[in-house]
């Protein structure tokens, strides 16, 4: 069975190489088809177009597999209804004894259940105050980084300490601190995405070039990369030992990245994408 994928690019060779890293495959794996060569525009500002190519892969039988029912998902599992203990029968008083005098004994017991104590309440300590990071100059990525997330976080509710670092790469990492219910993390990390699309929106309007910007809080990323890799190898010995290709669920761009590099030199496995945002998963078949 042949599927198409499309990609686009800033040049065709860029659109190729895209498409090739996040399918994960050889360009010898893919018949490449130029759907529309990239334009610069006037000055290179104005009507510009990105390249866009269609690579075509034949792909295997497909099995699914849910990620977040194994050990991504941090909710406890639910009971399964059929396993719900049955009611107890009523024995039949036909052969059941008299009562004696000792059942008055328990009489006290029903007067405390009748006229129970009022619950003390538990009041919860206050949490010690956030100790702001270092500010940062508004004038650079990391400023209007650190600045549009101090004001968003205050609008949300939310005491946290905006701490920012430019890497190597020149990119912009964020690390909140005192988030400790987990709100600016959300489900699955998906609030914390959301952030992070918007504050690089901030970063990159009117400049040139582009900076990347990585939000975390709670050492959120870590664990969930953490988890991806063990599911990717989990995942890979299933594909090897039944010989079916295996489909995760959908996914963000981030942790497919994960999922790509974690398998990227398995002996026995390959990895690629399909599907259209939001709804694209990583799908893993025998090379």
Known sequence: MIKSYEFTGRTTEEAINAGLSELGIDISDAKVEIVEEGS???????GSRPA???????EQEEETESIFAHMLDVEAPKADKKQKAAPEKKKPQQNRKPRTEKTDEAAPAEKKETAPAPEKKVEEAPAAPVEPAPQADP???EGKAQQFLQELTKLMGVEVAVAVKTDEEGNVRVNMTGDSKGILIGRRGETLDAL???TSLQVNKGQEGYTRVTLDTENYRAKREEALVRLANRMANKCQK????????????YERRILHSALQNHPAVTTHSEGEEPNRRV???LK
């Open 242 to 253: 039944t010989g079916r290709k295996v489909s995760l669920e959908a996914m963000n761009p």
């Open 283 to 285: 799908i893993i078949t």
């Open 52 to 58: 866009k190519v269609k690579l075509s892969v034949e």
């Open 196 to 198: 992070q699309y918007l």
């Open 40 to 46: 610069k525009g006037l000055f290179g500002l104005f």
């Open 139 to 141: 004038g650079t990525s």
